[in-house]
Structures are given as structure tokens and as C-alpha cells.
């Protein structure tokens, strides 16, 4: 059971290039979610996922594109990298019922 | 929309001592409300958290948070820190639990 998988750790990117970042889990969960983490601002919604097939946008959605055609996958595209998406950005999946998300260990994006 | 502040953003306390963390959200109904812990170079580890009930609930590593209607607050405490609980805090609030918003988040330095 390895919980929430992100790949890669750590990516640099030029402006202007496109890359995906993975997140699969393997708990049958049915909700996942991205999320940005910046200095001082906490973690801000990119996109969230309520099952297979369904996603919606978050509170920071511009500039990045999600889908789910799996339970397990949940990955994150950025369509034309920029310096303000230079973070730490993190997957998290929760079951349906009341229970938290757990969260995978992150990936730091750092675009020049 | 809904809002979370963190209104300390560094806490310095010693080991041994008791710890409170401030929450204060708004929101006009009672949301789902969380507290996460997160370990330098770490993802987001779920302490504890509160969907409806007993206003007093208790989570992992000794840590518990209260309910507080009235003033629209999810206060952490611990009576006694160890220097393991050095980390960044983050609360969390959301209409659903799966759409969360988090705090901009108090990082916790423990003296000896």
C-alpha cells in the first residue's frame, strides 16, 4: 500500500514548456485533489476530482488542465509553463464518508 | 466564499510547555474543519478534525482542537510540547470535505 505517489520530486522548466505531473494512488479513494503550496499563502485549490470522469475547478485553476480517467490517476498538466507556477505542488485523496486526504510527499516546480 | 486566517505566523515555545494554535474561519454554516501538520521537505499529515458532535475532539500525537461556534474558531492545543512537534500547521476549512481551503499556515519552533 503506497498511499499517494507524485512523480516527479523536483522539475525545471523553461518558460514556455508543457509537462504533466503524475499522482496516483492505489486505496480506491474517490476524491483527489491538487494543490499549490507558497510561501506565507498555505495550500491553494488548482482542480479536484469527485470520481472518474469528474473534475472541477478549484480556487487557482488558470493555466493548468486535469482529468481522471481512472480511480488511481489524477494527473496535473501545465499547458505553457511560467515563472509564477514556480511552486510546491501536492496531491492529496480521500474515501468517500468523513475522512481527511492524505496527501503525497510533493513536487517542487521551479520555472525559469 | 469561504476564508481561513492563522493568525500567528511563528510560535516559540519550549519543550515541556502547553501550545495554542489560533483557527478562525468564515463561513456563514458549520464547515468541515481540519488541522494538518507538515515536517520540513514533508507533505501534509491530518491531525485531526471535526465534522459535527462533540465540540472537543482528539487526534494523533497528543494534539486536540475545540469547536467554537460563537466565535468561528478551531483552536489547536498541546499540553506538553516535544521537540518533535517542530513543524508548519495548517488549518483547514471546507463546505464539503473533499473542496478545502487551508490557513496561510503558523510554523511551531520548540526551544530546549
Known amino acids: 500500500n503506497a498511499g499517494v505517489t507524485q512523480t516527479p520530486k523536483f522539475q525545471v522548466l523553461k518558460t514556455g514548456q508543457s509537462m504533466t505531473l503524475q499522482c496516483a494512488q492505489d486505496?480506491?479513494?474517490?476524491?483527489m485533489s491538487w494543490y499549490r503550496q507558497d510561501p506565507g499563502m498555505g495550500l491553494r485549490l488548482i482542480h479536484y476530482?469527485?470520481?472518474?470522469?469528474?473534475?472541477d475547478q478549484g480556487e487557482v485553476p488558470n493555466g493548468y488542465n486535469v482529468s481522471r480517467s481512472t480511480t488511481e490517476d489524477f494527473p496535473l498538466r501545465l499547458l505553457s509553463a511560467a515563472p509564477s507556477q514556480t511552486s510546491v505542488y501536492f496531491c492529496?485523496?480521500?474515501?468517500?464518508?468523513?475522512?481527511?486526504?492524505?496527501f503525497g510527499s510533493g513536487t517542487r516546480l521551479t520555472v525559469v | 466564499a469561504q476564508s481561513v486566517t492563522q493568525p500567528d505566523i511563528h510560535i516559540t515555545v519550549s519543550e515541556g510547555a502547553s501550545l495554542e494554535l489560533r483557527c478562525n474561519y468564515s463561513y456563514g454554516a458549520t464547515p468541515y474543519l481540519f488541522w494538518y501538520v507538515q515536517s520540513p521537505g514533508q507533505g501534509l499529515q491530518l491531525l485531526l478534525k471535526?465534522?459535527?458532535?462533540?465540540?472537543l475532539v482528539q487526534g494523533i500525537k497528543g494534539f486536540e482542537a475545540e469547536f467554537k461556534r460563537s466565535q468561528s474558531s478551531f483552536n489547536l492545543r498541546k499540553p506538553s510540547v516535544h521537540w518533535s512537534d517542530a513543524a508548519e500547521y495548517f488549518c483547514?476549512?471546507?463546505?464539503?470535505?473533499?473542496?478545502?481551503?487551508f490557513g496561510a499556515g503558523t510554523t511551531v519552533t520548540v526551544r530546549a
Open positions: 486505496m480506491n479513494h474517490e476524491y
Open positions: 476530482s469527485v470520481g472518474a470522469g469528474i473534475t
Open positions: 483547514a476549512v471546507g463546505v464539503y470535505d473533499y473542496k478545502l481551503s
Open positions: 492529496a485523496s480521500k474515501p468517500t464518508g468523513n475522512y481527511g486526504y492524505t
Open positions: 471535526y465534522f459535527s458532535g462533540d465540540t
